[in-house]
């Protein structure tokens, strides 16, 4: 089948008015949390899982991805006007958004960005539409090795390229392994670690995980700290949003660029928007011909990052689709969706379920093209949101997570379990320790530990398995390389740190 | 600042003992096997043992440089916290709209200051906005009102 008839079957799937509608849904809600900080797009997916039971599963996922990519298109909105990241994605919009703003130009930041987010999504979706069914067909002939390789893989690169220490993030992995561990084991049917419980002869909740350590641990970090910011004064009507020609002429190649390094570090397992968003600002920094005017408005700062985050946002559809490995927590969720409805992921999935697969690439176009209208014409409407009060916001918050962990299985266990990650994410937050590697692990411990157990009983116990296939050597050195080069780093920034302590205490 | 990083000294003993208790769960309470079929224990055993590594690497350099600690807040923290408990305990027994107002009023409590005003109107509006989206949007099974006794 050639690409033509498949994305006609995907249209056909996404323009049904039930499609339609909940495509709407998914990227006005994404639209509405990206804008609001102090809730997170992981919050805001779990928080409207349970919907996801009552609908088909196309229909499903079609509104979890339209809350994923429309977060992209609200964040820079605080980010630009407040100089407050809607998500963290959006921080480095803030660099260069916010000082646009205080020269008068907030509006045509704003409209501008907006442009950045549908190049780069667009450019986001054709390289998922071209990739994604070529690394299937060669998924197909992957074995057990070669899919615990690739998980690890994807673990360590999340925790090497992400910013932050590495030995952190790594701890927080196998922390988050450990918690997946909680349950029957998959070949025995021993319950572990159930501490003679019944509730925990199951695997823990996902979903209480999530909104615990995400959801109300956020809700605590944040409350009594976030002050309304006056937006009053920003002018986004049409005439304000209007770019000199000097800036359209500057925007070009910052948006390609950062479309390109977006698509890059989305389809890799581990890194997402905001490595790839933080990536392009300073890449954007280094080519240009004046750094000096980076910090201070300039309009390369904010079309590279937000391009580089609307791209890698639909590449790392990739490989969810293709491999059914999830790259990010928020993807982690996406593959429950599926699971739940009885649709195992992996590379199947496209030739088994070809309208659920194309219809949902194809409603990213649609969700794309309503976000432009959400965007232009309506933005005043988000500008004002941005003036509701947070003590107003977070007790609905925090309703909307209890009512919908206890919808998913009707038992109040599920809300002791949130009420412990909420407090575990907290301590965690205090000691530095990063959320995100903890989620990834939980979601890819279990499966890990089945592909491994598995590849070492077909190979008689011989750890050489891993090294012997060709394609599980190659993930396994690249793993390697990664791990050197991430502590090698991390002691380089130590040494530098310590010169400078060294040169402040002789100078000073 | 502190003379060592005494955040992440705590944070690595915690790793370190954590991961310890895990693997000696693990290797005591469960079969290990052979490395060819292993057992439900070896598994979780090696996870304890590799955190535990980790954590030593987190501990061992924090002697060596300087910190700061962060702010650590109680009562937000019980406040939020206490209304999702509140919520898993009323809601079987007594229905959807208590446990939502105990949620609402506990929760605002967080902020250490009341608005008896705003926090009226806010209960209202989040008993309808829990009612509309659950009940009748989603026909959620639960009861809006339920007296146990």
């Known amino acids: 089948m050639d690409i033509f008839s498949n994305m006609a079957i995907g249209f056909s799937t996404a323009l049904t008015f039930t499609n339609l509608f909940y495509c709407f849904i998914g990227v006005f809600l994404g639209m509405l949390v990206g804008v609001i900080p102090g809730i997170g797009v ?126 952190k993030a790594l701890a927080m992995v196998v922390l988050g392994i450990m918690f997946g561990c909680i349950g029957a084991d998959i070949y025995t049917g021993t319950p572990r670690f159930s501490f003679g419980l019944l509730e925990l002869t199951d695997q823990l909740s996902l979903i209480a995980l999530a909104m615990g350590m995400f959801g109300v641990a956020e809700v605590i970090a944040t409350v009594g700290k976030i002050e309304v910011g006056d937006v009053g004064k920003t002018n986004v009507s049409m005439s304000a949003m209007k770019p000199t020609r000097d800036e359209v002429r500057r925007s070009w190649f910052p948006m390609l660029r950062g479309s390109s390094l977006g698509a890059f570090f989305g389809t890799l397992p581990g890194t997402g928007p905001s490595v790839a968003s933080f990536m392009s600002y300073a890449l954007e920094k280094r080519v240009s011909s004046e750094p000096q005017r980076f910090g201070k408005g300039a309009i390369e700062g904010i079309m590279s990052p937000e391009a580089a985050d609307n791209s890698a946002e639909m590449t790392s559809f990739i490989p969810t689709l293709s491999l059914g490995i999830p790259g990010s927590p928020t993807m982690a969720l996406m593959l429950g969706a599926l699971m739940i409805h009885g649709i195992a992921p992996g590379p199947s999935l496209m030739t088994e379920q070809p309208s659920l697969f194309w219809g949902l690439i194809m409603s990213f176009w649609i969700g794309n093209v309503i976000l432009v209208i959400l965007n232009v014409p309506l933005i005043g409407i988000w500008v004002r949101l941005l003036t509701i009060p947070y003590h107003l916001l977070y007790p609905a918050v925090l309703l909307f997570i209890c009512v919908g962990t206890y919808s998913v299985n009707t038992s109040s266990f599920d809300l002791w379990i949130v009420a412990f990650f909420g407090f575990f994410g907290y301590m965690m937050r205090m000691l530095d320790w990063p959320a995100a590697p903890l989620l990834l692990g939980f979601v890819l411990g279990p499966l890990m530990e089945e592909h491994f157990r598995r590849a070492m009983l077909l190979s008689r116990g011989d750890f050489a398995t891993f090294l012997d296939r060709p394609i599980s050597a190659t993930v396994i050195s690249i793993t390697a390389a990664l791990l050197v080069w991430g502590i090698w780093s991390a002691l380089r920034a130590r040494r530098i740190a310590n010169q400078a302590a060294m040169e402040q205490a002789t100078t000073g | 600042m502190l003379t060592r990083d005494y955040r992440d000294i705590i944070g690595g003993a915690l790793l370190i003992i954590g991961g310890i208790a895990f693997s000696w769960y693990a290797a005591h309470q469960y079969d290990l096997g052979s490395l060819r079929r292993m057992g439900p224990g070896m598994f979780p055993m090696a996870l304890g043992l590799v955190l535990a590594v980790f954590g030593l690497m987190m501990m061992v350099p924090a002697f060596f440089r300087a910190g700061t600690m962060p702010e650590i807040r109680i009562w937000s923290p019980l406040f939020v916290l206490s209304s999702v408990v509140a919520f898993g305990l009323l809601i079987r027994s007594f229905g959807l709209v208590p446990a939502t107002l105990a949620v609402t009023i506990i929760s605002s409590m967080a902020e250490l200051r009341i608005r008896p005003a705003s926090l009226a109107l806010l209960c209202v509006s989040l008993c309808l906005i829990a009612w509309l989206t659950f009940k009748v949007g989603l026909g959620m099974p639960v009861h809006m009102f339920r007296w146990p006794f």
């Open chain 1, 42 to 167: 992981l919050s805001a997916i779990t928080m409207l899982f349970p919907i996801t039971f009552y609908l088909e599963p196309t229909t499903a996922l079609i509104m979890l991805a339209g809350i994923w990519y429309g977060t992209g298109y609200g964040g820079r909105t605080a980010s630009i006007l407040l100089n407050i990241p809607g998500t963290i994605a959006n921080a480095v919009t803030c660099l260069d958004g916010y000082p646009m703003t205080k020269q008068g130009r907030g509006g045509v930041a704003l409209f501008m960005t907006t442009v950045a987010s549908f190049v780069g999504g667009s450019i986001g979706i054709i390289i998922l539409m071209l990739f994604a069914p070529v690394i299937a067909r060669y998924a197909l002939s992957f074995g057990s090795a070669e899919y615990f390789s690739l998980m690890l893989l994807g673990l360590v690169a999340a925790s090497t390229i992400s910013e932050g220490s590495a030995i």
